[in-house]
């Protein structure tokens, strides 16, 4: 039943734009007087104030901010709470929650602050983990044109959040307009790499993530990093360079990537890092190897006591986004399936539905379960439920539910549930799956009415490659009326093609169509269309037949070629034979043996030796007496014996034994 998954490509996940190290992240921009080395001893004159004047609003400031620099942010929040309205800690208290992943008291207390350029990039970064990318982008928009900063770590941002929302097309206009420069900062780089892989500029995509390398690596030189953990900071930009050599299928490098990541042991410095990238391992890998890329997988995927959820570490998520914790929830559902670890998908199946409400993910994984276990008409009633409730809903559950379909033997409806997938209907590989399964369950009629509608679509479309795609439908529509016999409809398809066409192949094959389709209906016009094909080369038969061909080629070479003249023919100069020293061609004795060149066993005169049959009977050590030899002999004394008896009485001599005590050695005394 592994087939039944194969349909579906396996997620990847690109590294999150914005997001690299935490070398090279930017907290909100609240400037502090404070340095981060001095943090513990801030905190204690702070405190050493504030045990005498408890009210001071500039000693609760700065101990909050100390407890802030040194990331002890359960501490500030504690602070802050207990300093009650002595001082306006609201920006504080919204930033230590953000540290804390409590996003939607973030949201809640942001509301009644000010805005200002601080405020609202921690708002727009806060977005940003909850998934709201759309507020998020326009929450940039407004830092963009209400305080028109000029930050590149703001820029580097907005740029993130129109990668993760989608909408890639805008970052490039966006990044015209704030003038980025992608060579002055890391992040920079690193970001437009991210945009230029969502718009498929793999090639331009590598150059700016090369780009990102080099420009990290000097600034972690400049700090006096070693090698080993200048390796470990850019990991995130090795991770996303296996990503681009993944898309561009160089998977054997891609593969080395990812596995010379995952030996640098990052489980304790990146953990998003590392869950990335063995998303994306399990992603080259499919099936191969599935039991080794789940191990991996589990290193970042925890269960319950219970087995019965998914849980994610607080450091990873944090710090990954929405797309990015399904796709890992997604690939770990199908490498048990793979496993055939059913028992335990289908104990995940609960928690998911409830986790991820909202997504068609629970829904697709549900039926992949029911399809492995050969359960295809429960599959089927998941997605068709699934399909009627959820009108807009994505390309994979429809896809899926058109497999089941089709695997059950229901070829018109699977065209049918095709048909709904609005955002792809019309793309040339799904409009070619639904006519074919029209034409199976019978319905060539609908079959041309779903290759006309993609027509009039693709007419009216704005695409660059709407004339090809154009041609290759109306072709397709025209053949599938011939084979129909509907010759007049043919007909008029192939001229269609013939005048719209601008390409002298196609239009030659439109030709050629109007002659076939005319040739039934209307001969007359069908000639008129004939004259209109170039010429062909006619063959004499006689010669094609006298025609000889060469062996291992397709060129033909005439047999009646003329013969030159004898005398024209270049006569070849004659040799005189070498002959061996001392031979004489006059009296060269008798002939050589024909057979000197074979192996003497093979020769026809071989004849091979005797073996003698008394060499036979000598068997065993030197010294020995077989036992033939003595019952030969032993008969023999016993004839002669016979014969004695009968002249005399016979005496009889024991045997003497071997190794008699008079014949043993003594040892020395």
Not at 128 to 135: Q, S
Not at 489 to 517: D, F, M, N, Q
Request: proline content about 4%.
């Amino acid at each position: 039943m592994r087939s039944t998954i194969s349909w579906r490509s396996w997620k990847r996940c690109s590294r999150a734009p914005g997001r690299t190290t935490s070398k090279f992240s930017r907290s909100p921009s609240k400037v502090w007087s404070f340095c981060e080395e001095n943090a513990k001893c801030d905190v204690f004159f702070a405190c050493v104030v504030l045990a005498v004047h408890p009210d001071d609003p500039d000693a609760l400031n700065c101990k909050v901010v100390a407890l802030i620099n040194s990331d002890s942010f359960g501490d500030a929040l504690a602070a802050i709470d207990s300093a009650g309205s002595v001082v306006d800690l609201k920006f504080e208290k919204a930033y230590c929650l953000y540290r804390l992943g409590r996003f939607a008291e973030v949201l809640q207390i942001l509301q009644g602050v000010e805005n200002s350029p601080g405020v609202l990039q921690l708002k727009a970064q806060t977005l940003f983990k909850t998934g709201d990318l759309n507020a998020c982008v326009e929450t940039y928009e407004t830092i963009h044109r209400e305080f028109s900063i000029e930050s590149s770590e703001v820029k580097s941002n907005a740029i993130a959040a129109y990668v993760s929302g989608g909408r890639s097309r805008e970052a490039f206009e966006r990044m015209r307009s704030m003038q980025v420069n992608p060579k002055t900062l890391f992040e920079l780089a690193y970001n437009v790499a991210c945009v230029l892989i969502d718009q498929g500029e793999l090639s331009q995509a590598e150059e700016h993530l090369l780009l990102a390398r080099r420009l990290g690596q000097e600034m972690l030189l400049e700090d006096e990093y070693s090698e080993d953990e200048i390796e470990d900071e850019l990991a995130p930009v090795t991770a996303q360079l296996a990503y681009v050599l993944q898309l561009q299928g160089r998977a054997t490098e891609a593969t080395e990537s990812c596995l010379a990541i995952l030996n640098r042991d990052l489980k304790e410095k990146d953990l998003p890092t590392l869950a990335v990238v063995s998303n994306n391992l399990a992603a080259i890998r499919k099936n191969k190897d599935a039991s080794d890329s789940l191990r991996k997988l589990e290193v970042v995927l925890k269960k319950d006591a219970d087995g019965k959820r998914l849980q994610f570490p607080e450091a990873l998520g944090q710090k990954m986004s929405i797309n990015q914790k399904e796709a890992l929830v997604y690939n770990y559902f199908l490498l048990l399936l793979s496993t055939n670890k059913l028992n335990q998908a289908r104990e995940l199946i609960p928690s998911l539905v409830e986790e991820y409400s909202g997504s068609s993910m629970p829904v697709v994984l549900k039926a992949c379960l029911s399809l492995k276990e050969g359960k295809i008409d429960l599959a089927e009633e998941v997605l068709g439920e699934y399909a009627e409730k959820n009108s807009e809903s994505t390309v994979e559950p429809l896809l899926l539910c058109a497999q089941a379909r089709t695997t059950a033997g229901h070829y018109l409806e699977a065209a049918d549930v095709l048909r709904k997938a609005t955002d792809i209907r019309h793309m040339p590989a799904i409009v070619a799956t639904a006519v074919d399964l029209k034409e199976r369950g019978g319905d060539v009629q609908g079959a041309q009415t779903i290759l006309l509608e993609s027509v009039k679509w693709w007419e009216d479309s704005m695409e660059e490659t709407r004339d090809e795609i154009v041609e290759l439908l109306l072709h397709e529509a025209a053949k599938l009326k011939l084979k129909t016999k509907d010759f007049a409809g043919a007909a008029e398809l192939y001229e269609r093609l013939a005048k719209s066409s601008s390409s002298k192949a196609v239009g030659l094959e439109a030709i050629t169509g109007l002659v076939s389709c005319f040739a039934e209906t209307d001969v007359a016009k069908g000639e008129t269309f004939e004259k209109q094909l170039p010429d062909v080369k006619v063959v004499d038969a006689s010669k094609l037949e006298e025609s000889s061909v060469v062996p291992g080629g397709s060129k033909t070479i005439q047999a009646n070629v003329e013969e030159k003249p004898a005398e024209e023919k270049k006569r070849k100069r004659k040799r005189k034979p070498r002959y061996p020293k001392g031979y004489d061609p006059e009296n060269p004795g008798p002939p050589p043996d024909p057979e000197r060149w074979m192996p003497m066993r093979e020769r026809s005169y071989y004849r091979p030796k005797k073996k003698d049959k008394r060499t036979a009977q000598l068997r065993g050590s030197q010294g020995a007496i077989s036992r033939d030899t003595s019952s030969s002999s032993a008969v023999a004394a016993g004839a002669a014996g016979a014969a004695a008896g009968s002249n005399g009485p016979s005496t009889s001599k024991p045997a003497e034994t071997r190794g008699g005590g008079k014949n043993k050695k003594k040892g020395r005394r």
